[in-house]
């Protein structure tokens, strides 16, 4: 991971740490995953290394840090590994067609990243002897308003700088 790279991380993890406060404020950090909008958007300008350790590693700072989200039931690690997931993905794409539209790339790496969450609650529930089909349904339902906010916001961050003006040019440093 290059110096600036690491940087990006820093500050979009930062973001990712603090955003959810204002959101908690008014009890609508469930709804809207606040956390998951910086983490998702930097994927967008770093290397899928560095969008999937950002994604696994904030969640679970914020976790011991702030007890929220939980450690147990396991909320924390299910968004660590969701957002990895997406972190990457995006990234990834994003390197192999790099002129799609951010909303080509956003839009599948969100509903494959709430189709593993769901994946996770559903087996973490049956882990724990938890009404598995009641807690996944919710998870589905509780998670749309933050992916619809997601999709509306991050291509407005994304314009605000191009992620091609974020990517060091060839032969620069």
Do not use: C, K
Not at 15 to 23: E, K, S, V
Not at 26 to 45: D, K, N, R
Not at 101 to 115: D, E, K, M, W
Not at 127 to 144: H, Q, T
Request: proline content about 10%.
């Amino acid at each position: 991971m290059s110096y600036r790279e690491g940087l990006t991380a820093g500050a979009f993890g930062s973001a990712a740490l603090l955003l959810p406060f204002l959101f908690h404020v008014f009890q609508l950090g469930h709804v809207f995953m606040p956390m998951y909008i910086p983490l998702v958007a930097l994927a967008f300008y770093v290397s899928p290394a560095a969008a999937a350790m950002t994604g696994i590693l904030v969640p679970l700072l914020s976790a011991i840090l702030t007890g929220m989200p939980p450690m147990y039931p396991p909320i924390a690690p299910i968004m660590a590994v969701e957002l990895a997931f997406m972190g990457g993905a995006i990234s990834i794409a994003g390197r192999r067609w790099p002129n799609l539209p951010a909303l080509a790339l956003l839009i599948p790496a969100l509903l494959a990243g709430r189709i593993l969450h769901v994946g996770l609650v559903y087996a973490s529930s049956l882990a724990m002897d938890l009404p598995a089909e009641f807690l996944a349904g919710v998870s589905v339902l509780a998670g749309w308003p933050g992916v619809l906010l997601m999709i509306v916001v991050i291509p407005v961050l994304l314009r605000a700088r191009s992620p091609r003006q974020a990517q060091p040019e060839a032969g620069g440093s």
